[in-house]
């Protein structure tokens, strides 16, 4: 992250919640991804084993290369705001159960290319509709925030 980005409190009302100008910018991008995850899932009992393997490794991608690293930036410019005003903010649940799922994405992922049975297509495919499930609602509920922002 770059530190020429502005962390007031009311410069992130400015930005409709956001935090900085780079994790706002983030958010945006990301949020147009997440379907990523849902469209691998409905892939993963016809698609070949090759093809699933590349789409799989896409959304891991997505998930380590970027949204947790992201997840992760929020969060400690988050507890650096609050630490200034000497409050505490509690551990994302749900960032933490991305990583969680994460990591067991990488093990189905593994799996997939050691065998590719209907066994690891159908926990990777439930793994993948866990993980849209949380990660929208989690863009969701920062869009319902940042509109709340909007709104004061």
């Known amino acids: 992250m770059g530190t020429s980005t502005t962390t007031r409190p009311a410069?992130?009302?400015?930005?409709g919640g956001c935090l900085s100008d780079e994790l706002c910018a983030e958010h945006k991008e990301l949020a147009r991804q997440l379907e990523l995850f849902d469209a691998v899932a409905e892939k993963t009992e016809a698609a070949s084993t090759t093809v699933l393997r590349r789409e799989v490794d896409?959304?891991?991608?997505?998930l380590s290369e970027r949204l947790l690293p992201?997840?992760?930036?929020?969060?400690?410019l988050r507890t650096r705001l609050a630490s200034r005003d000497h409050r505490h903010i509690r551990e994302a649940e749900d960032r933490r159960e991305v990583e969680r799922l994460t990591a067991r994405l990488a093990e189905r992922r593994a799996a997939?290319?050691?065998i590719g049975d209907a066994a690891t297509r159908r926990e990777i495919r439930h793994l993948?509709?866990?993980?849209h499930a949380l990660t929208r609602l989690h863009f969701a509920d920062e869009l319902l925030s940042h509109r709340d922002d909007e709104g004061r």
């Open 11 to 15: 410069a992130a009302r400015a930005r």
């Open 58 to 62: 896409r959304a891991y991608v997505l």
């Open 70 to 76: 992201h997840a992760r930036a929020e969060h400690e």
């Open 112 to 114: 997939l290319a050691r």
């Open 128 to 131: 993948l509709y866990e993980i």
